[in-house]
């Protein structure tokens, strides 16, 4: 086990990525090692146990708990300073100081190193990716890559016109919306109706800054 998680350290491949693709090395680029690791993520054959990457809206309660603030990894830096001011804390350094600095520190923006680490996923992986997290996206306002405003969250964007084909494909399914306690098919148009309650409720504070 020791000598397994020195490897990992040494390399960052783990196993589960190896299973999606058996010609990672340590000499494979970040870029391809993530782009292993979203194949294993979005496989139906491949099991992640990491509570690191399951989605949020459930994991974190969104549709049940009044959050007036959402704050993301790809900006922290900004963010942490708001999160001070608005709790009355700006005399204190935030645990885990180091978020503080940023990538910024080393001379390589959030936008250019997530646009490397990407560069290895085609669009078909892209899409799989999306809608794995689709509620995150759209009940959190995050913003796909493409989005003039990443890496902040837009809840202004037209979701209906950047998720919609996602949202579509749940057609045929029988699923649980966010928010209710019905299950029946989702459709685009009942999704809109709970997607609006939603950006009503939990972003009310949010978005009044």
């Known amino acids: 086990k020791q000598w397994y998680q020195r490897r990992v350290r040494a390399t960052g491949i783990k196993s589960f ?22 194949q294993a993520l979005v496989s139906d054959d491949i099991q992640i146990v990491d509570r690191h990457f399951v989605t949020q809206w459930n994991t974190m309660k969104i549709c049940d708990f009044p959050y007036d603030m959402i704050l993301q990894t790809e ?13 009355n804390a700006t005399q204190f350094t935030f645990p885990g100081s180091r978020s503080e600095v940023g990538l910024e520190k080393a001379g390589e923006s959030t936008l ?35 989005n003039p405003n990443f890496p902040h969250l837009d809840l202004e964007q037209d ?13 045929s399914r029988v699923t649980q919306v966010p928010g209710t306690d019905a299950t029946h098919p989702v459709t685009a148009d009942n999704h809109q109706s709970t997607t609006d309650t939603h ?5 009310s504070k949010r978005s009044k800054g």
């Not at 900006?75 to 709790?87: D, L, N, W, Y």
């Not at 950006?199 to 972003?203: E, G, I, L, V």
Request: glycine share 4%; charged share 30%.
């Open 17 to 38: 990525m190896l299973e999606a693709n058996p010609n990672l090395t340590e000499d494979s680029s970040d870029a391809e090692k993530y782009a292993a690791f979203v």
């Open 75 to 87: 900006t922290t830096k900004e963010q942490i300073m708001e999160m001070k001011e608005h709790v």
């Open 112 to 146: 250019e190193k997530t646009k490397e680490m990407y560069s290895k996923i085609g669009p078909d992986l892209m899409d799989k990716l999306y809608s794995f997290f689709l509620w995150d996206f759209v009940l959190t306002g995050y913003s796909k890559l493409d």
């Open 159 to 171: 979701f209906d016109l950047e998720f919609g084909h996602l949202i579509k494909n749940y057609e």
């Open 199 to 203: 950006q009503s409720t939990s972003y």
